[in-house]
């Protein structure tokens, strides 16, 4: 079966923290995304693997395609990181994305 | 370059109406894909168009149908609108056969 699991469900930070975030699925899999979405649902892509590693600004995504598991890492963490962070998943051989159920991240001041 | 792009952003409508929502796709992407987020939920997969064709659909009842027209763009019809149909509704476009997707800003769909 096709399955997404993030973990934690909830995160609540101190502003500076160092952030992780996981995603761990099931079976092989051709790409994975990672999305942020802000209160009101708008929904913006961070980054998309296939292997290793990618840095954007204070966002890194790494993935282990053995471990079939993935991690979005926040470094400095700022209230305006507040979001719900989402791992979506294209598993080998089908088109649509299987969603994670997303982790609600709090950054307090 | 413009990205997905949907329309409308919000929209209500009253029970056992009809609404249709709009997504434009990224330049030179052939697939569209609809997902609904609704209340307290995960994205779930609604419905995948590919050069103009439904190519897979979710587990959804038939109410939900839509199309893709020859510019690639598509629309989402929901027919007899139910309160649980309240959602966010997200699209997505990518080439045929890419693994990369890129999101469109969602329509906010209200049913009262």
């Known amino acids: 079966k096709n399955e997404v699991e993030q973990s934690p469900q909830n995160l609540t930070a101190q502003e500076g923290e160092f952030i992780t975030i996981n995603c761990s699925y099931s079976?092989?899999?051709?790409?994975l995304h990672w999305l942020q979405q802000h209160p009101g649902g708008g929904i913006v892509s961070l980054f998309m693997?296939?292997?290793g590693k990618k840095k954007h600004g204070r966002l890194i995504a790494t993935i282990n395609i053995q471990e079939k598991h993935s991690s979005l890492h926040i470094t400095a963490s700022h209230p305006r990181d507040s979001a719900v962070y989402i791992c979506?998943?294209?598993?080998?051989?089908?088109?649509?994305?299987?969603f994670g159920q997303g982790t609600r991240l709090t950054i307090n001041p | 370059e413009a990205g997905v792009t949907q329309s409308p952003t919000h929209l209500i409508k009253t029970r056992g109406q009809q609404a249709t929502l709009r997504c434009s796709p990224i330049?030179?992407?052939?697939?569209v894909y609809w997902y609904q987020q609704a209340l307290g939920l995960g994205l779930q997969f609604l419905l995948w168009?590919?050069?103009?064709?439904?190519?897979n659909r979710g587990n959804f009842p038939p109410r939900f149908s839509g199309r893709q027209f020859p510019n690639y763009s598509s629309e989402l019809n929901v027919n007899a609108l139910e309160l649980e149909d309240s959602a966010l509704y997200l699209c997505?476009?990518?080439?045929?056969?890419?693994?990369?997707?890129?999101f469109g800003q969602g329509t906010r769909l209200t049913v009262v």
């Open positions: 997505a476009s990518s080439r045929r056969g890419a693994a990369e997707a890129f």
């Open positions: 168009y590919d050069e103009g064709e439904e190519r």
């Open positions: 979506a998943v294209r598993f080998q051989g089908a088109q649509k994305l299987v």
């Open positions: 693997l296939s292997s």
């Open positions: 079976v092989g899999i051709s790409a």
């Open positions: 330049s030179g992407h052939t697939s």
